[in-house]
């Protein structure tokens, strides 16, 4: 019978593996609590429409990537592609947004039918970050300056740049397109097939055409930032202004464009050249008109995403990480003889009264040589040995197996003592 394997593109984490990904996820979270962020949790499956009206019909993602069916009543559902359009009709259907403000965070799997390659797969998973009820540009350099937080705990600030722009408002922006499809509709035959495509469905994203050839054409194309309305121009200009005053570098990148139509005024994008070719592993911006885009009140808005695959590539290929990183166990409870009803009492005796200790019980039966040889595969620094002796006395040895100390054989409210110590 031919064995059933994943599907191309979502990937197994191993026990090997989720380590890390728990280090970095916890790190996230701290970092999140620490600046007053509250978590926020929705349903994988939406109503196609909700990524349709957010997203924009005419993006990859709706046309390409988006994990689209029918359900048994025939309502079209999708799989979520992203994150924000999700958050933004949760906080609207449940009534967190009108006269509000909120600070909001999610983690989990989205969903993208595309080419698997390294650090982006087809079930990835992702942080997202968003801001709801305040519109000037400080709450843009608050969650900048989080996002360098978490890259700078991490260890990966030195290895990613920050490069911003703006997308101006919806009528400078218009005009900017028209402009640039008058310069690009003369070179129409030179740009990349799917360039020549988005010049009449999705211009701007020509501006992050990966094709050597259009990005030479580009040199001399209008630039969005010359377009921008005053207000658009007064936002940006704070947020410089904010950056500097905090340290924070960051490269004006005029081409910087996101791929969700949504946004407007600031955009970002935190990129690295350590994983390859320049990936992002952080983006995001503002999306003022989202929330009445989808039928709430007018509402301004600004957040972001991290891909959790790339940002845990980072974070491996910029710090060796510790070697108990993946150690499980610091102690291993090793059962001689028929001792199993005291085996089980002692260990969970243990893990009442030293909650930070992790304990490991020998299960499954075998000789004290295989079970002590299964105590040091373990990477436990201490085993217990509980024979029918012990069990009569009420006592444990306990038995170093990374130092050399004589090992003793001390009654179990002592023994318990002793084991402070990995508190």
């Known amino acids: ?55 924009g019909e005419v993006t990859d993602i709706v046309e390409k990537e988006m994990y689209t069916f029918e359900d048994r009543n ?23 947004l009108y006269n509000q403000t909120q600070r909001l965070w999610y983690m989990g799997p989205m969903f ?40 700078r705990e991490l ?64 040199n001399n194309a209008p630039v969005l930032l010359d ?36 946004y407007g005024k600031t955009a970002f994008e935190w990129v690295t050249d350590k994983l390859g070719a320049q990936a992002t592993v952080c983006a995001g911006g503002r999306y003022d008109n989202l929330v009445e885009q989808l039928g709430g009140k007018a509402t301004p808005a600004v957040g972001f995403g991290i891909g959790l695959e790339r940002l845990v590539l980072l974070v491996q290929e910029m710090q060796e990480l510790p070697a108990e990183l993946n150690l499980q166990t610091d102690v291993y409870l090793v059962a001689v003889g028929d001792v199993t009803e005291q085996a089980i009492q002692l260990v969970e005796q243990c893990r009442d009264e030293l909650p930070y200790v992790r304990f490991m019980m020998h299960c499954g039966g075998g000789n004290f040589k ?16 509980l024979g029918e002796d012990e069990a009569k006395s009420g006592q444990v ?11 003793q054989t001390l009654l179990i409210a002592d023994a318990i003592e002793y084991l402070q110590t990995f508190e």
């Not at 025939?74 to 449940?94: I, M």
């Not at 121009?233 to 949504?262: E, T």
């Not at 295989?370 to 040995?385: H, P, T, V």
Request: with cysteine; glycine share 6%; proline share 4%.
């Open 1 to 55: 019978m031919k064995k059933i394997q994943a599907i191309r593109g979502m990937n197994d984490l191993l026990p090997d593996q989720s380590p890390i990904w728990q280090m970095v996820e916890s790190t996230l979270i701290d970092i999140l609590q620490r600046y007053s962020y509250q978590e926020i949790r929705f349903p994988i499956v939406e109503s196609t429409e909700l990524f349709k009206r957010s997203i």
């Open 74 to 96: 025939g309502d079209s559902l999708t799989l979520r592609p992203e994150g924000t359009a999700s958050c933004v009709r949760a906080c609207e259907e449940h009534g967190l």
């Open 112 to 151: 993208r039918h595309e080419r698997p390659q390294k650090g982006r797969y087809r079930q990835f998973h992702q942080l997202g970050v968003e801001t709801f009820g305040m519109q000037g540009p400080d709450i843009d350099a608050e969650i900048l300056l989080l996002s360098a937080r978490i890259l």
């Open 155 to 218: 260890g990966v600030l030195s290895a990613v740049t920050l490069q911003i722009n703006s997308l101006a408002n919806a009528e400078s922006r218009a005009n900017y397109k028209a402009a640039l499809v008058s310069y690009l509709t003369n070179l129409q035959s030179e740009l990349d097939e799917d360039s020549q495509r988005r010049l009449t469905t999705n211009p701007l994203r020509i501006l992050d055409s990966k094709d050597p050839k259009t990005q030479s054409l580009l």
């Open 227 to 262: 377009y921008l309305d005053e207000e658009s121009k007064q936002h940006f200009s704070g947020l410089k202004k904010l950056l500097d005053a905090a340290g924070v570098q960051y490269q004006v990148n005029p081409r910087l464009v996101r791929g969700l139509d949504y």
């Open 370 to 385: 295989n079970q002590l040889k299964k105590a040091d595969k373990s990477g436990a620094e201490i085993a217990l040995i």
């Open 397 to 407: 040895v306990v038995k170093h197996l990374r130092e050399d100390i004589p090992q």
